[in-house]
Each structure stands twice: as structure tokens, then as C-alpha cells.
């Protein structure tokens, strides 16, 4: 038995180097194949670049990280009062039969390929968009609404496992001493999971920057900073999916640059949950 433990054990432990060599072998790729274009233009010219145009050997990324940022806050902005309502909905006030009914659609909303939503955003959002405010309908609007659809899963999953690991005494010591069941919610329960749902936010906020197919589709890929909510915008992922296929040399190159700035944008994220959930462990001692 105890050889069969070292064995497992043993497994277990090269998985875990495995994975962790994959990922310094991915992060090393991207590195070595998007210097050259960084070290050619210059980190500052490049980041802070206005134009891109792979014809004349022009990469600023400017415009791509604006819309980046823009389809992503206001992908939060529709996203989080849903997906933290849902949350506390699920957690302190459903009775159980809605619980086993909204659950399993919140797990079927994540398991829709981006694709989906894309053609979805295709199909509904942008016609609806074209006959409310005018315009082509591809905007940086049509990204949020569909980029909040797909991030509401990962909000309210994290969010309410936040609330529900709150103790239950918080509860019941708010209820002595009077408090409504809505203000022990908002006032004990919500504020008591706050590292929980940021870590959330920040997960979801992951999920927006990275996502590809969805903001290809309805975004209108005009590498410009938008002006407006209505503007077609090209969030970098989709710069990169759309120009890959025929790029190279220098261009190429640029394209491994714009990823190396998605992957610090991701570990900085990856860094801010981290440092959320270690401070959650902490208030639990």
C-alpha cells in the first residue's frame, strides 16, 4: 500500500511539473517571437502607437487595448449587477426547487461554445441595435452585451459560493439583534463576501479580455479608438485571429507582441485574485 501511495504520489507530482513547464514553454514562446517587433519599434511607440497598417510596416497597438478595455468595462458594467444579484438571489433568498432549476441553466450558459454567442450576437443583437439607434449595428455595444451574456456564468458561480461561505452565524447574530433578512444580506452577508465577489469581477473581467470568436464577429474589427459606444471596434484578440493567417515576418511578429501584452494584462489579473483569495483565507482565521 505505502508503494502504491509513493507511486501515486510520485504521478501526481510530475503532472504538476509537466504543467507548470507547458506553461513557461508557452509564455517563452511568446516572448522570443514578439521581441523582435518590440525591440524594432519600441516598447513606448508600440503600446502608444495610433496605427496600425501592416502594409507599410506601421504597429501601434493603441487603439486595439482602448477597445480592448472598452467592450470589457462595459461588458462589467451590464454583467456584475446581474450576476451579483443572481448570486444573492441563489444564496439567501431562492427556495430550493428554483435553485435546482436556475443552477443547471446558469452551468448550461457556461458550456455554449463563444461561436454561439457570436452568431447569436450576429442574428439578434446587432439587427436590434440597427433598428433602435441606427448605424451598422458592429459596435462596441453589440461586444458588451454579448461579452456580459457569456461572463454572468463565472460571476454568479464565484459570487454565491462567496456568500455561501459565509458563517451562519453572521446571520443569526444580525437577526438577534433585529436586522431584517434584507439587511443581514446587504449589511452583514454581502459586505462579509466582498474579497469572494471581486475575485469574480476579476475572473469575469479575464473572460472578457481574452475572449476571441464572439468579439471578432459582432466588433467590426476597425483598428480605431472608438468615440462612442456605436463605434465598430478591434479588441487585440480579434486583430490577432483575423491577420494570423496571412502574416509574416515583421507582422507576424507584431502579432506575437500584441499577445505578449495579453499575457501580462492576464497575469496581472491572475495576481489580483490571488492576493484576493489570500486575504479572504485570512478574514476565515
Not at 504543467?19 to 503600446?47: C, K, M, T, V, Y
Not at 502594409?55 to 487595448?65: A, K, R
Not at 470589457?72 to 444573492?88: D, E, K, M, R, Y
Not at 453572521?170 to 459586505?191: D, F, K, M, N
Request: aromatic share 6%; glycine share 10%; with cysteine.
Amino acid at each position: 500500500m505505502h508503494v502504491k501511495e509513493k507511486i501515486v504520489q510520485s504521478s501526481l507530482f510530475i503532472c504538476a511539473l509537466s504543467s507548470i513547464a507547458i506553461i513557461l514553454l508557452i509564455i517563452f514562446f511568446i516572448i522570443n517571437e514578439g521581441l523582435p517587433a518590440i525591440s524594432r519599434r519600441g516598447i513606448l511607440d508600440f503600446i502608444l502607437g495610433g496605427e496600425w497598417n501592416a502594409t507599410y510596416s506601421v504597429y501601434g497597438i493603441l487603439p486595439m487595448i482602448v477597445g480592448t478595455l472598452a467592450v470589457t468595462l462595459l461588458s462589467l458594467l451590464i454583467s456584475v449587477p446581474l450576476g451579483v444579484g443572481c448570486a444573492i438571489l441563489l444564496a439567501e433568498i431562492a427556495p430550493q426547487w428554483a435553485r435546482d432549476i436556475i443552477k443547471p441553466a446558469i452551468g448550461t450558459l457556461a458550456g455554449i461554445p463563444s461561436v454561439v454567442y457570436g452568431f447569436f450576437g450576429l442574428v439578434v443583437i446587432v439587427p436590434w441595435i440597427v433598428a433602435q439607434f441606427g448605424g451598422t449595428g458592429v459596435s462596441v455595444l453589440a461586444c458588451g452585451i454579448v461579452l456580459a451574456i457569456m461572463v454572468l456564468p463565472t460571476i454568479i458561480s464565484v459570487s454565491e459560493d462567496a456568500l455561501r461561505s459565509v458563517p451562519r452565524e453572521y446571520r443569526e447574530g444580525a437577526i438577534a439583534i433585529g436586522a431584517t433578512p434584507w439587511q443581514t444580506v446587504t449589511g452583514i452577508v454581502v459586505p462579509a463576501a466582498s474579497s469572494g465577489i471581486v475575485a469574480s469581477i476579476i475572473l469575469a473581467m479575464g473572460r472578457a479580455i481574452g475572449e476571441t470568436m464572439a468579439v471578432l464577429m459582432v466588433g467590426g474589427s476597425v483598428v480605431a479608438i472608438p468615440d462612442s459606444i456605436f463605434s465598430p471596434v478591434a479588441p487585440m484578440t480579434a486583430v490577432i485571429a483575423l491577420e494570423f493567417s496571412y502574416a509574416s515576418g515583421e507582422h507576424l511578429s507584431a502579432l506575437y507582441a500584441i499577445g505578449i501584452v495579453l499575457l501580462l494584462i492576464i497575469m496581472l489579473l491572475n495576481s489580483a485574485i490571488h492576493v484576493m483569495n489570500s486575504r479572504r483565507g485570512m478574514e476565515r482565521a
